[in-house]
């Protein structure tokens, strides 16, 4: 707009102090005269409350009558409270509890007529003049900048900073040290033992140890896995007694072990099973130990289809063939789940030959290291 | 009337009193007014903000939202804090809820069936608190789009829209910390899930996971170090920022809808008292009033169904929040096997690629919008008035571009639950999506661009040759044409109320002297940017085109001539129902 301040001559060029706005210097001063040129403001028109006596009533009667349905949508809130007992009977009501459903109403239902009444109020008997304010740029004064900068320069030169480099120098570098008491103090974070990596290396399973089901902790006898079942399992020492000896184990310990000893036991036809070399003794007539946990990012695994013998991650849909080495035929998850060495103990039942052979659950830096 | 700040009020609200708005005495407000300044000096800031313009749009309401349901987040959390227990001390659930009577759980877990079952009114508050979070994060959302498509992010707010990228990251990882803890079975697998997370970091990821976790997941600290992140550090942090976005808000003035009266240099709606500071109180009660409802008639996170965390378990359908689930769509999607051993070291491609590359590129490419295009076009002047989305086509095509990009990684995010409930195959949806990641968005952005541009066409046709009345006329050669009539003014001033595109050229790329200009690679690459935004861009018509549009529309008006009314359709045939001089049908 080459004629910007003739295109606005409906506004006096006054900021709301009455002080003089200077307009926007940056206007491109090469563009041409603007097709159109600006109309102002179109005229106010006043509503039918400004004008209408009886408008005005009905409106401020309207706003009223939501204010007091608004108290007594709090009062029965009060009421439905004390009135509707919560405890087991959460879903009496299209599944949500009475008390949950009413208060959720009542509350709501308050809220929305205190909010609806103001508003109105605003639109209908509030000044709607619409008022003009002048905008200033975002930068300060020219010679404020300059004041701040000269400011700035005394005020470093005073400091004498710049001219000594060694003082300068050893008080970045002894703030900069400082960062190391920082860090050091959240090494406890992991107190002690607690940061030991190497424990992602192993897992509570040690040569002899049975197989357990992972809600009762009963083993499992060879015989008694049926062709195509798929059996959650753990380690026996998940669930120490005084017959089995395993030590008690608590808290953290107990969970990230847990976390670790998760297996799944399919049994499948031997002649079905294609052995990694130098693993065709970990079988048991068919019957094939897996981690469940997934190799991606740590859910455990749990969809097991037997025609295809694919078990499925439900977080991310990594596949896995657990007839052949569990490895990876869909999905994001890069190595097989590791594999658990089975043998078979005097009693008929599953136990471990050893460890697992390489740290299960998600990839981590330092895991073939381990 | 622009620095009136004494309105005609003369008709408004007689019931007010007449002399409404002409300080007179100081009454008891002045009186405390007086006492306050006596001690704090406000006045000198408040003459001005009381009364603060505000425009007036739908649109600006969305960050408002987003600003209210946090108010609701601080209201209903602080009210969870009293009864939750953020431990995962083991204990055996004693309370109402029968199904998991005598279950082990943790401490925090059992304290959230507590509140869900023996607190009234605190399953509402869990309810409205999640609600809540759901809306705040959306809303977020959509007011950055509103942000970005209409250019309100140019100079000089470009570090508002910095802040507001920030609120959102913050927005979500508060979401993440706060659904953990109630530590559910659902909730436990996404944090197991941001262990493995955790761990694919190179070099310190295993000590990062063990340090987080207190030693090896799960450990017992992951939870009260959750909490005391959801309650108090992001929230200061939130609190801080939004203070931050408000204060720059006020200080730049609000932007605005160009249009008579409307310039780059003022600022035109209701003063912030009474109007402004009634509307969006009012809409504070109402954005509470609404998740209210929801959190009484909406099930969310019904943790009770889910039972508790148990490292070895899992359910069919682990899904994050809404939020989180783009990113977990890229890890779904990732190819089989992107994982490399160097030097005996694991780089697990397939997890640092979808979450721990992708997405923090995805921010900051968002934060740096407002400089590329600051840069590419070099326009250094302030910009108050917004742009319709379809006047800047490169520009709300790359948006669109984002979002579709974000769309179909969050649809691969749900890709279990499209496959059981359109009962199509996971694994076809998965290849579909590796394709449509690169593909959807390149495809939008065209079809995004070419659509503004014809917008952009229709308007000047609509300026040049008015509007499209729907009426066919027939001429006595038999030819059919459709009778436009010319917009109004008000109309026509808003469609040419948009600056013009210049292309930036670089000058010679070399001086007299045949010595390459500095920076001339940047330049010309800057060029070559400019013409690729704006070349294609349809330019408002001159006034001499106006001009010779409206020359053209009289004559054919002359053509029409013998008419003594308006052409409305049934000039030629017997169906003039009534006489459209004498009663017009509707009173305008």
């Known amino acids: 707009m080459s004629n910007d301040n003739s295109s606005t001559p409906k506004h006096p060029v006054n900021a709301p102090d009455g002080t003089p706005v200077p307009y926007d210097t940056h206007v491109p001063t090469h563009r041409e005269a603007e097709p159109i040129a600006d109309p102002g403001l179109p005229a106010h028109t006043w509503r039918p409350t400004d004008v209408d006596p009886k408008a005005e009533k009905r409106a401020e009667r309207q706003i009223a009558a939501m204010f007091i349905a608004a108290m007594i949508s709090a009062i029965l809130f009060v009421v439905a409270y004390f009135s509707f007992e919560v405890g087991d009977n959460w879903d009496t009501f299209a599944g949500l509890g009475a008390s949950t459903i009413t208060l959720g109403l009542t509350l709501g239902i308050s809220l929305l007529l205190i909010g609806t009444g103001i508003i109105h109020l605003a639109r209908k008997l509030m000044a709607d003049h619409e008022m003009v304010e002048m905008r200033h ?206 043998a078979v103990d005097d009693e008929g039942y599953l136990v471990a030959q050893s460890d697992f052979t390489e740290p299960i659950g998600a990839s981590f830096w330092e895991r073939e290291k381990l | ?74 209201l209903t959390g602080v009210f969870l804090t009293l009864w939750f227990n953020p431990s995962m001390g083991h204990i055996t659930y004693e309370g109402s809820y029968d199904q998991l009577r005598g279950v082990g759980m943790s401490e925090s877990m059992a304290s959230t069936l507590h509140i869900s079952f023996d607190v009234r009114g605190g399953l509402l508050m869990r309810q409205m608190h999640h609600w809540a979070a759901a809306i705040f994060i959306a809303s977020m959302m959509v007011h950055l789009l509103r942000v970005a498509f209409t250019g309100a992010y140019r100079k000089p707010r470009e570090l508002n829209w910095v802040i507001g990228c920030l609120l959102l990251l913050l927005g979500t990882l508060e979401g993440f910390t706060g659904y953990s803890l109630p530590d559910d079975l659902l909730s436990g697998t996404g944090v197991r899930a941001a262990d493995g997370f955790l761990k694919a970091t190179p070099v310190a990821g295993s000590y990062m996971s063990f340090l987080l976790f207190g030693g090896e997941f799960p450990g017992e600290s992951i939870i009260p170090r959750l909490y005391i992140i959801h309650v108090l550090l ?101 190819p089989t096997g992107w994982e490399t051993v160097i030097f005996g070291y694991t780089i697990s491609w397939n997890v640092m690629l979808p979450i721990l590359i992708v997405p923090p590129l995805m921010l900051v490419i968002l934060m740096l919008l407002p400089f590329i295009e600051g840069w590419i076009t070099g326009d250094k002047r302030d910009h108050h008035l917004l742009q319709r989305p379809r006047n800047a086509p490169t520009r709300t095509a790359v948006m669109v571009s984002l979002m579709t990009f974000y769309g179909l990684a969050w649809a691969a995010g749900g890709n279990d639950i499209i496959a059981i409930k359109l009962d199509l195959s996971i694994n076809q949806i998965t290849y579909f999506m590796r394709v449509a990641i690169f593909l959807g968005p390149l495809l939008a952005f065209w079809i995004t661009r070419r659509w503004c541009i014809s917008l952009q066409r229709h308007d000047n046709e609509k300026l040049l040759h008015g509007y499209e009345t729907g009426i066919i006329t027939r001429s006595p050669e038999g030819a059919y044409a459709e009778r436009h009539l010319p917009i109004s003014e008000t109309s026509a001033y808003t469609l040419t109320a948009r600056d013009r595109d210049e292309v930036y050229s670089v000058g010679s790329d070399t001086d007299a002297a045949g010595v390459a200009a500095p920076n001339s690679r940047s330049e010309r690459l800057r060029a070559r940017l400019s013409s690729w935004m704006y070349s294609h861009n349809v330019q408002k018509p001159t006034r001499a085109e106006l001009e010779e549009a409206h020359h053209h529309a009289e004559h054919e008006a002359e053509l029409q001539a013998g008419l003594d009314h308006p052409v409305d359709g049934h000039q030629f045939d017997d169906h003039r129902l009534r006489d459209t001089d004498e009663v017009p049908l509707r009173d305008h």
């Open chain 2, 234 to 334: 992001i929230p200061g942090i939130l609190l801080a920022l939004i203070a931050a976005h408000m204060l720059l808000l006020v200080y730049h003035k609000h932007t605005q809808w160009p249009g008579p009266g409307r310039t780059e240099q003022n600022v035109v709606g209701f003063p912030m008292l009474p109007v402004y500071a009634a509307k969006a109180g009012g809409f504070f009660f109402m954005v509470f009033g609404v998740i209210a409802i929801m959190g009484g008639l909406m099930s969310i996170n019904p943790v009770w169904k889910f039972g508790p965390y148990d490292p070895t378990k899992v359910t069919a359908g682990s899904q994050p929040d809404w939020y989180m689930g783009w990113p977990d769509g890229l890890l779904r999607i990732i």
């Open chain 1, 137 to 342: 740029p975002a930068a300060s004064p020219q010679e404020d900048r300059d004041a701040t900068v000269q400011a700035l320069n005394d005020g470093l030169a005073e400091a004498g900073i710049g001219r000594r480099p060694l003082v300068r120098n050893t008080m970045i570098g002894a703030v900069g040290v400082l960062g190391l008491p920082a860090v050091v103090l959240l090494r406890d974070l992991a107190p002690g033992d607690a940061l030991d990596i190497d424990k992602l290396g192993n897992t509570i399973w040690e040569p002899g140890m049975r197989l357990v089901r992972d809600v009762v902790g009963t083993p499992i006898l060879a015989s008694e896995v049926e062709m195509g079942d798929l059996i959650n399992g753990t380690a026996e020492a998940m669930f120490p007694s005084e017959e089995n000896g395993y030590p008690e184990l608590h808290g953290a310990e107990e969970q990230a072990e847990k976390a670790k000893a998760a297996i799944i036991v399919v049994r499948m036809d031997p002649d079905e099973i294609t052995p990694l070399e130098g693993r065709e003794k970990w079988t048991v007539d068919g019957i094939i130990c897996y981690s469940k946990i997934c190799t991606h990012v740590g859910c455990p695994i749990s969809l097991y289809e037997r025609t295809t013998h694919h078990v499925l991650c439900p977080c991310h849909q990594s596949t896995f063939d657990l007839a052949d080495h569990a490895r990876v035929v869909f999905g994001p998850a890069a190595r097989p789940l590791p594999q658990l060495p089975l």
């Open chain 2, 1 to 74: 009337m622009s620095t009136d700040s004494r309105i005609d009020t003369s008709k408004v609200a007689t019931s007010n009193g007449t002399t409404a708005a002409t300080a007179s005495k100081p009454g008891p407000a002045g009186s405390l007014a007086s006492w306050a300044d006596d001690r704090l000096g406000l006045a000198t800031a408040m003459k001005k903000n009381l009364r603060k313009v505000f425009p007036d749009h739908w649109s600006f309401m969305l960050g408002e939202i987003a600003l209210w349901s946090f108010v609701v987040l601080l």
